[in-house]
């Protein structure tokens, strides 16, 4: 018996010892090439610790001077850029070899993941060349009306609130007042959830980013993406693609029987099913888009365009809150700029409020919706300047938060100050010291009509209310460790007062 135990003890010693071992090499990818990193922490390395804007931060935050930091995702080696030139490189310099995200996607059983931001190559390319010009200022100005009666509808709906109460989630207000944006826009539906706050749009839009699926499920799916496929695995519950794939079938069949145009996103998408393109690049003809690919694109607008838009204005609001001179001078552009436009809010009337537009880009500096950017090296990289290469299929982060919140960048980082965007001071920055919508050939398509909504809404709200912190206020603001788009852990409530 005697005898037996001591076997198995030396067996579990041999084993440990060999996961030991096995874990000690990998973790020295980095430390054997010269490059720094964070210590990793067996088995999940050091990129799985807590929410990613602490986790990207504290590597970022051991950054030596030289282009990256080594971070690992389990075993797997990521770099994480620290130095602008090199972040200039990967986004636009050698983009050609930095094109792909590598995101999970199944469009064979789970269609609506094969949109723009999660394709890589042919696929991804083709998708850009057909919906840029949805996204031009032409376009974006047909669709300006319908988010101004949306914000009329708002102002309309916060009214009647605020007769029960003057103190309201503006995280919520902002989120049902940009899911009806966007679902007027990308699919020419009336969703009202500033009435009904529990209709399917903002149901299926909170599950978005409720995510059911557990952490090795995620980690299958980075890690090993073949076998996630062969195992059927979904990013979302089944209804949603079922929803998805409903409303578009539906609202493009309604429009072809009926020869409905309009100018929003639906109609381009319509558009696209019905007329093949063609890439000037290569002078070809791309295909047109199946029911699919065009539920996939919606699916993206709809979960993009709502949830980063909408938090950039509750935290724009808490700001102003917190800073009431900023408030009233804001409110001052406004008024003015409206009154010589004899109170009509046209698209003319929002491209001159500068400093409205200062607001927004101060507070998507300090509250990033995206925390980080993703790439991965499609062929093997020697990084400039250095005699490091990094390997092909390897991951890089850009931590887009940690540049933000940089102090050798933006002196006192955590102060909100519009004034670091006027024409001078952008013009005295690095290019890269703002990444609030990415940068490069694949940075965010609809950074217009994201800009534009929150424009309008912001413009709206101001002009109408007075905005402060009361009691259910917090401060210091206390961040989700859940959601993977920055935002307050429960909710963001704030005294408004009706002008």
């Known amino acids: 018996m005697e005898c037996s135990l001591s076997l198995f003890a030396v067996i579990i010693v041999g084993l440990t010892s060999l996961v030991y071992l096995f874990f000690k090499r990998k973790f020295s990818y980095w430390a054997n090439r010269g490059v720094k990193q964070l210590e990793p922490r067996i088995p999940v390395g050091n990129l799985l610790q807590k929410h990613f804007r602490t986790i990207i931060g504290n590597i970022y935050a051991?950054?030596?001077?030289?282009?990256?930091?080594?971070?690992?995702?389990?075993?797997?080696?990521?770099?994480?850029?620290?130095?602008?030139?090199?972040?200039?490189?990967?986004?636009?310099?050698?983009?050609?070899?930095?094109?792909?995200?590598?995101?999970?996607?199944?469009?064979?059983?789970?269609?609506?993941?094969?949109?723009?931001?999660?394709?890589?190559?042919?696929?991804?390319?083709?998708?850009?060349?057909?919906?840029?010009?949805?996204?031009?200022?032409?376009?974006?100005?047909?669709?300006?009306?319908?988010?101004?009666?949306?914000?009329?509808?708002?102002?309309?709906?916060?009214?009647e609130l605020l007769c029960a109460d003057n103190v309201q989630d503006v995280k919520d207000l902002s989120a049902r007042f940009t899911t009806d944006v966007i679902g007027s826009c990308a699919f020419g539906i009336e969703c009202n959830s500033l009435k009904d706050p529990d209709n399917e749009f903002r149901k299926y839009g909170r599950m978005a980013f409720q995510l059911k699926i557990g952490i090795l499920t995620r980690a299958l799916m980075m890690l090993f993406p073949a076998a996630a496929k062969i195992f059927r695995l979904k990013v979302f519950q089944e209804d949603m693609t079922e929803f998805f794939m409903r409303i578009v079938r539906e609202t493009v069949e309604y429009r072809q029987t009926n020869k409905i145009k309009r100018n929003d996103f639906m109609n381009s998408l319509i558009e696209l099913m019905n007329t093949s393109t063609r890439d000037s690049d290569t002078n070809t003809e791309l295909e047109k888009l199946t029911l699919e690919q065009a539920t996939a694109q919606a699916f993206l607008f709809f979960i993009a365009g709502f949830e980063t838009s909408s938090t950039t204005m509750m935290f724009t609001l808490y700001e102003l809150a917190l800073n009431q001179d900023i408030q009233e001078k804001a409110r001052k552009e406004i008024e003015e700029i409206l009154k010589k436009y004899e109170g009509d809010l046209s698209y003319e009337a929002v491209k001159e409020m500068a400093y409205v537009d200062q607001i927004i880009n101060e507070a998507l500096r300090k509250y990033t919706p995206v925390v980080a950017l993703t790439r991965k090296a499609v062929d093997n990289y020697k990084v400039r300047n250095s005699n490091v290469t990094i390997e092909k299929g390897t991951t890089i982060l850009i931590p887009a938060y940690a540049i933000h919140h940089d102090p050798k960048y933006y002196l006192d980082p955590e102060k909100f100050d519009p004034d670091r965007f006027t024409p001078d001071q952008i013009k005295n920055r690095h290019p890269m010291t703002f990444l609030g919508f990415g940068d490069g050939p694949r940075n965010c398509i609809g950074l217009r009509f994201g800009t534009m909504q929150t424009q309008i809404g912001l413009i709206t709200l101001l002009k109408n209310y007075r905005f402060e912190v009361c009691s259910k206020t917090q401060i210091p603001m206390k961040f989700s460790e859940t959601n993977p788009i920055l935002s307050p852990e429960d909710g963001l409530h704030l005294k408004i007062e009706k002008l």
């Open 62 to 159: 051991v950054k030596d001077g030289s282009a990256f930091v080594g971070g690992y995702f389990f075993t797997k080696p990521v770099v994480v850029a620290t130095d602008l030139d090199f972040v200039q490189d990967i986004l636009i310099r050698d983009f050609n070899n930095f094109h792909a995200r590598g995101e999970y996607n199944n469009e064979e059983v789970e269609p609506i993941t094969a949109h723009m931001f999660s394709l890589d190559g042919p696929k991804w390319k083709s998708l850009r060349v057909k919906f840029s010009p949805t996204f031009s200022s032409g376009k974006l100005k047909f669709m300006f009306p319908t988010i101004v009666e949306v914000s009329q509808r708002f102002r309309e709906a916060l009214d």
